[in-house]
């Protein structure tokens, strides 16, 4: 597990589909396979291989008890479900999310670990299918306590909340709730996921109610963590959004092009293509 997860750092994709392969094949039980499911996810995603990466995901969470819809959720069942959680979250305070008990079911965590991948890249992929996996994680961590996948399932529900269409523009309940994201993060010592909250609040949600240059800081500080973390993926995306954000902010365009160009190097040195092929984008406008 440790070599596999080495080599998907160091970008030696081939090597993990290999190493991944032959622990699936001799593993004696479903548990011992679960961290090298996750790898494999990882590196195919990074890859570009997102379909075969949701696929495999939506199998692991299968057979760990979680039912994911084979089709895109009725709307109007997707709404009553998000309006009965911004209901609870928008009226819980600092204190009790930071004395809301914890998650104690080994499956439900790991489902957990495993939803909080799956929304990574549905957002990528299949966005039909997301707000259904950020559902499944905040109903999970209402029914059963919070757990370090909690934080992240928290702002990336908050994110939504200014994105759908329209149809929400409360942000200061989008606020809030992210807010809660950032206390449960530290509460949890959850640094694994400090860059995706770093991404999806600093980033997007609090851009809404504070000048979007100052997120700049946070998303670099998000990108540094990720990078020590071996969150690789993650960090990639930090950069790509304060590239974005730089962008929109009227940062000058040399600067921005020279930036351009050494975070471009970076994702195309540990093979993060996804990330690379977004920032060809900004690219055209700078160039």
Known sequence: ?????????????????????????????????????????????AQNRLQDAIRIGLNVLTTLGV????????????????????????????DEILNYREMKDDDTITAMKFLQLLTVYTYMAKQQFLLTLIIQMMQLTLRHGVCKESCFAMASFSFFLCQLDGQFDDFKASNHIGHLSVVLLERCKAEEYRCYIHMLYYGTTKCWTMHIKLSLEKLLQGYQVGMQTGNIENAM???????????????????????????????????????????CVIKKFVS
């Open 1 to 45: 597990n440790l070599y596999a997860e080495a080599e998907y750092c160091n970008g030696c994709f081939y090597e993990v589909g290999h190493i991944t392969g032959v622990v699936i094949k001799r593993a004696k039980s479903f548990e011992n396979k679960l961290r090298v499911y996750a790898i494999l996810i990882k590196s195919l995603a």
């Open 67 to 94: 039912q994911c819809p084979s089709s895109p959720s009725d709307r109007s069942d997707v709404m009553r479900d998000i309006m009965e959680i911004k209901m609870i979250l928008t009226k819980t305070t600092y």
């Open 237 to 279: 995306l930090n950069a790509y959004n304060y590239l974005v954000n730089s962008f929109i902010c009227g940062r000058n365009l040399v600067e921005l092009e020279r930036e351009l160009d050494s975070f471009g190097g970076t994702m195309m040195d540990y093979k993060q293509m996804v990330t690379h092929n977004l920032i």
